[in-house]
């Protein structure tokens, strides 16, 4: 009889398991999954993009201090929950916070953000506390 010792993908499936049994046994306390969002770093800011359907932008909070972005809103209420018998909603609900961080500081006074079909998109401008100056060389002879 040949012996093959158990690997790791044997393990893996236990563990996936044990993932699903805890998430299970977990009560649903409207606790939100924080939202993906794409961040693309540029020369001189950083986009960040998310999607929020069913979002107006009256229902969302934007904070930005030094390098550190919070977004933060609450998703509207099902208005057949109030009257309705029995439930089961796959929606998120309930509040939602997330803070992110730019490799850099932020100027505050430039940050734009636009909602779009759903879609959240935020440029996150680079502060420039001493911007480059420009200085011209002069050559041997030469007036201002």
């Known amino acids: 009889m040949h012996f093959q010792p158990l690997g790791p993908r044997f393990f893996a499936s236990f563990r996936t398991l044990r993932e699903f049994e805890q998430l299970r046994a977990e009560p649903d306390l409207g606790r939100v999954t924080p939202m993906p969002?794409?961040?693309y770093t540029r020369e001189g800011d950083v986009l960040l993009r998310t999607m929020l359907p069913g979002f107006e932008a009256k229902d969302l909070d934007l904070e930005v201090k030094d390098d550190?972005?919070?977004?933060?809103?609450?998703?509207?209420s099902e208005p057949e929950g109030e009257t309705a018998l029995g439930e089961h909603v796959e929606?998120?609900?309930?509040?939602?916070?997330?803070?992110l961080r730019a490799p850099f500081e932020i100027d505050e006074?430039?940050?734009?953000?636009?909602?779009?079909r759903g879609v959240l998109e935020i440029e996150l401008?680079?502060?420039?506390k001493n911007p480059p100056?420009?200085?011209?060389?002069?050559?041997?002879?030469q007036d201002n």
Do not use: D, H, N
């Open 91 to 99: 929606r998120p609900r309930g509040e939602f916070r997330r803070s």
């Open 125 to 128: 401008p680079r502060l420039l």
């Open 109 to 116: 006074a430039r940050v734009q953000a636009r909602l779009a």
């Open 37 to 39: 969002f794409a961040l």
């Open 68 to 76: 550190t972005l919070t977004l933060s809103g609450r998703y509207r």
């Open 133 to 141: 100056v420009k200085i011209q060389v002069q050559s041997e002879g």
